[in-house]
């Protein structure tokens, strides 16, 4: 059961950054740089409670499941879900701090040029935690 769990958390932190990437961002560029600087911080709010909880709980089950298991594809899984903490914080999180707080009034322009930065580095974490989910996937196979 805590196999499917694991397997089950990374997936849905896998799904909601490629949903991020696919659907949401691409959304939020066509409605414009103001309908993207008051949509980004609430949304950033909620996305991230959620992501910090499916990547940390996911690579806590993993390991779980690695030590009750002995399937180095879950230990691997859970250190590719983890990594997505650091690239956050030093890949993305700058960003984040420039759209959620800026030090001036940001102009729609400049609101979209940081997203514009943002997207290909979300994409590095979307593929990490797909790395992770088909780990885990593998794992479950075995």
Not at 108 to 119: D, G, K, P
């Amino acid at each position: 059961m805590i196999e499917v769990l694991a397997a089950l958390l990374a997936g849905t932190f896998f799904g909601a950054s490629i949903y991020i990437n696919l659907a949401q961002h691409p959304a939020t560029l066509a409605a414009g740089g103001d309908f993207a600087a008051k949509f980004f911080p609430p949304m950033y709010a909620k996305a991230s409670a959620m992501q910090i909880a499916l990547a940390l709980s996911g690579t806590v089950f993993g390991v779980v499941s690695w030590i009750a298991a002995g399937n180095l594809l879950w230990l691997i899984g859970a250190v590719f879900l983890v990594s997505v903490v650091p690239i956050t914080i030093y890949l993305i999180k700058p960003i984040n701090d420039q759209l959620n707080h800026p030090s001036e009034e940001l102009s729609a322009e400049a609101v979209i040029a940081l997203l514009q930065q943002w997207n290909p580095k979300h994409w590095i974490r979307s593929g990490v935690s797909g790395v992770s989910f088909f780990c885990y996937l593998l794992a479950l196979a075995n």
